[in-house]
Structure formats: C-alpha cells, structure tokens
C-alpha cells in the first residue's frame, strides 16, 4: 500500500506508526492511496487528558496526584495536579510559569528545559513534526524486546545532531518506546531519556496511549495512567497564560 504524504524519503519508514496511529482514515476517491488529510493523529491539534501521575524513585512510588492535562501543539501544555487548590504547571513556548495556593511563580530553569526536551521528542512531536524537518535521517534498526513486547527499530538522527531510536511493535506498528540522548548545555554530561508507551485505546479515531512510563539514564522516574482522553477540546483564550 503506498502512501502520499510530505516527507523525504529518509522518513518514508515512519508512516507505518502514523497509519497504526490513525483508525478512521478512508481511501481517496481518485486513487489507491492515502493522503494525510485521512489521518486523524496528524490532524488533531489539542489532547486534553486525566488521571493518575506517580513520581518513583529507587524502583519505589514516592508520590501520586490526580492530574489534568491540556496540551496545544506544539508547543503549549496547561497541566494540574494534586487536589484543590492544584499545583499548574504552564508552558507557551519558552515561558514556563507555575500557580500554586501562594501565588506565581517561574518554573526552576531546569524543570522548564527538561519539558522542552520531552515535548520536543513526545510521540506527538516527533511523528508530526521532527521527521519533517530538513537534514532528519531515518534508518531501519534492529529488533528486540521492549516492555515485554517484541519490536522494530527505527534509528533517527534529528536536524539538531540528537540520536533518537523509535521502537515499534512488530505486529501493529504502534509506537513502543522513544529513546533520546541529549547533552546538558551547564556540565556537557549526556542525560538518556525513554518514554515507554502502552494500553493503547480507539479514542475518537486516534490509538491513544493511556499509559506512559518515562524514564532518565535507565531508572524509572514517572508514570501516567490515564482515565480518559479527549481531542482537540476547545480552550479560553488565556488557558496558556499565568492567570488562575
């Protein structure tokens, strides 16, 4: 089956998770192929989320919350936690905020760097828009176990030199891990990041992931476990800005 879409031919092997990704796709009328206005995971703008966040250390739960999340890609996110009042954490672009019952505040610089890595290569990201961007290469990896489920690498290297890995399940194409290495600009150290995706859902045509496991330089850091997941929700006009 042949798709068309807007991609450089590196990044022709990624189309497989965005078809898995996308349920409700229909054939053109006037050919046998594909085109991206059939893919709803490329045309959704905004994910609102609930649930569950556990913070781990050691292998052991320290801390869990109720959370509310509202994210506008690609780059806006307003996300609550824990009960009333909430903590809201803020990102528009380079501006991070966060309210609490005492009022506004910045977010610590390396809290806010660490949102932008992971939103920059969040499976959202990564699959709408860094395999677009010029100078990406994408190769086939090999295969492995990931999580318990046998997998398919695709080995990428983005236009900022950052070495990622896309494990995919072999059976469905639906993305099982990201993986990315990036550098600490203050000390030079190389800080390994994994998201870890599973229980995947049908919601509103999209295979949505209701489970997210990240992890830094191989230890588990957090969880999310999501009660429900809706797209793209309309949001008031200074949802992503610092007002209560």
Do not use: C
């Amino acid at each position: 089956m042949a798709f068309v879409m807007p991609v450089a031919p590196s990044s022709a092997s990624a189309l497989k998770p965005m078809a898995a990704l996308s349920k409700t796709r229909a054939r053109s009328k006037s050919s046998s192929t594909l085109s991206d206005e059939y893919f709803p995971f490329l045309n959704m703008k905004r994910l609102t989320t609930r649930g569950r966040i556990y913070s781990i250390r050691d292998e052991s739960t320290s801390g869990f919350a109720p959370f509310e999340s509202g994210v506008e890609y690609p780059d806006k996110r307003r996300f609550s936690y824990g009960k009333k009042p909430p903590v809201i954490l803020i990102n528009n672009g380079d501006q991070a905020w966060e309210l609490d019952r005492y009022g506004q505040t910045g977010q610590p610089p390396e809290q806010a760097r660490r949102w932008r890595i992971s939103n920059r290569y969040s499976l959202e990201n990564l699959l709408r828009l860094r395999i677009h961007e010029p100078g990406i290469l994408i190769q086939p990896g090999g295969v492995d176990f990931v999580d318990n489920v046998a997998t398919l690498a695709l080995d990428m290297v983005d236009a900022q030199a950052t070495q990622l890995k896309l494990d995919l399940n072999r059976q469905t194409f639906l993305p099982v891990s990201v993986t990315y290495r990036v550098r600490d600009p203050k000390t030079g150290d190389w800080a390994e990041f994994a998201d870890v995706y599973s229980d995947y859902k049908n919601i509103e045509g999209i295979m949505t992931p209701m489970h997210i496991a990240r992890f830094l330089d191989e230890e588990r850091v957090s969880e999310i476990f999501r009660s429900s997941a809706h797209y793209d929700d309309e949001y008031p006009p200074t949802y992503f800005q610092p007002v209560q």
